[in-house]
Structures are given as structure tokens and as C-alpha cells.
């Protein structure tokens, strides 16, 4: 429990930079609000003219966003959301100090815009999908998932959309469309990385000897199968199919492995990222 606590964490804490790194240097600086706490600040910091940072306006918001999180979500997806909440008003805190930026960083908005989606949404996916977040909107995010079956993705969009439109008033209309094209894109992309991280091989192996493949998958991969007995259609002679799931990185070994042990095997691969069970997801 430890070792999966620390590795947990570990994961928080390099989502969580992810996410300030892209958010301070390229989205602070360049007005993009597209969405969370740190799209708020944005606003807030712009309105009072710079009397209230961004990185002291995320914090205030976030905290009081956190108590919501843990009466929503629970003990321990709210410990790993404070943690995250907590180090990333730190580490924005911390730039501005360290790095102190009045201008972004290059003249090509689109450019920094990248940077703004891309960095974030990776951060935050890795967190979503150890059932953590760095606080804010997401969490009402969380909120919507946990409790309809809208994916995070939708659930992000939904949430972050009317504080995306608040930049037009704000910012003017070129911001406002680049906020707005930033949160679409961060909301497919989300989804998108969280499906890749989950991505695992399922395979159907029809073949006649199953007893070594089995032991392979079961000694070696340590992972599971199901078997079942089957009749060719055509040929008619006996054969035995051979179900299971394992990691990218497996399933190459195993490929490997039936293809010397008996290249007559009939072998369907497919991809899957929802998987439920004992090993993967409870």
C-alpha cells in the first residue's frame, strides 16, 4: 500500500507541474481563459488591474472548491485533490517569484496556445486517471462524472464554457476565440490521453494446444486468461480459444511467443481501454 501510495503521489506531483508549468508561462501571460480556476484568476487579475495576481486568486478559488471536493468525492480522491490544489497555487506562487513574466514568452499566440492546451491537459489526464485533479473546476468535473455518465471530457466542457466566455467581454474577440478554441481542443484531448494511458491488448487465440500458451500468460505475464472449447466451421476438427487482457507491452511478448510455440494459431488483437476486473480497473 505504500508503494502504490508513493507512486500515486509521484504521478500528482508530475501532473501537477505539467499543468503550472503550461498555465503560467503560456496561458497567464497571454489572457487565455479557457476554463478553470486558472481561467478565472485570469479574469480577476485583469479586472482588478493587477491588485490581485492570478496565482493568489487560483488559490482562494481553489480552496473553497476543495471543501466541495470532499464532501462530493470522498476522503481519499479529496487528500490527492488538496495535494494537487495545494502544490499548484505553490508552484505558480513560485514562478511568479522566481520568474516574474510582464509579456509571453514569444510573439506567436497560436503558438503559446499549444503550449497552454497541451501541457495542461496532459497533466490534468494523468491525474484524472488516478482519480486526482489540481482542484478548481475540476473537481465539479469530477463531481458530474461520479454522478451522471458523462465522460470527463463533456464534464470538463460543461463546466468550463461560461468562464471561456467571459474573456470576450475582457480580452476582446481575438482572445476570446482563442480561449474558446483552447477549451475544445483540451476537452478532446483530455479524453483522448486518459483512453492512451489505459490502452491495453485483448486477444482471441484459436489454436490446439492451449496448455503452453496458458502457462505462459499465467507464469510469465502473470496475468489471466479464460478458455473454451470450439469447433472449426469449416474443417470440423476441435480447437480451443484462448481470452485475455494484458499491456501493450505484454501482449508483444506474447504475440512473440505463439508465433514459435504454434504459428498455425489463429490470433485477433484487438485494442480496449475500459477494462473492469481483478488486475485492471475495480
Known sequence: MLKKTLKEYAWITLG?????IGVYFFKFQNNFSFGGVTGVAVVISKWSKGTISSGTANMIISMVLL?????????????KTAYGSILLSGSISLFEILCPLKQPITNNPMLELCFAV??????????????????GT???????????SINI????????ILITLL??????????????????????????????????????????NPKPICDYINNVLHRGA?????????????????????????????????????????????????????????
Not at 501537477?16 to 503550472?20: C, D, G, R, S, W
Not at 470576450?168 to 483540451?186: D, R
Not at 487482457?245 to 504459428?263: G, N
Request: hydrophobic residues 50%; positive net charge.
Open 167 to 208: 474573456a470576450f467581454p475582457v480580452f476582446g474577440l481575438t482572445t476570446g476565440l482563442y480561449s474558446v478554441l483552447g477549451l475544445a481542443i483540451k476537452s478532446l484531448m483530455v479524453d483522448s490521453v486518459i483512453e492512451n494511458l489505459n490502452l491495453c491488448k485483448y486477444f482471441n487465440v484459436v489454436c490446439e
Open 138 to 148: 475540476d473537481i465539479i468535473a469530477m463531481i458530474l462524472k461520479k454522478y451522471t
Open 16 to 20: 501537477t507541474l505539467l499543468v503550472a
Open 118 to 135: 497541451a501541457l495542461p491537459s496532459l497533466g490534468a489526464a494523468i491525474l484524472f486517471n488516478i482519480e486526482a485533479s489540481t482542484g
Open 153 to 160: 471530457g463533456k464534464a470538463l466542457f460543461i463546466t468550463d
Open 67 to 79: 471543501v466541495i471536493g470532499f464532501i462530493f468525492l470522498g476522503k481519499k480522491c479529496g487528500f
Open 226 to 282: 479464460t478458455v473454451c472449447d470450439a469447433k472449426g466451421a469449416f474443417s470440423g476438427e476441435n480447437k480451443t480459444i484462448i481470452f485475455t487482457v494484458m499491456s501493450r507491452h505484454q501482449a508483444l511478448q506474447l504475440r512473440k511467443f505463439i508465433k514459435e510455440i504454434e504459428p498455425t494459431a489463429f490470433v485477433l488483437i484487438s485494442n480496449t481501454s475500459e477494462i473492469i476486473g481483478r488486475g485492471f480497473r475495480a
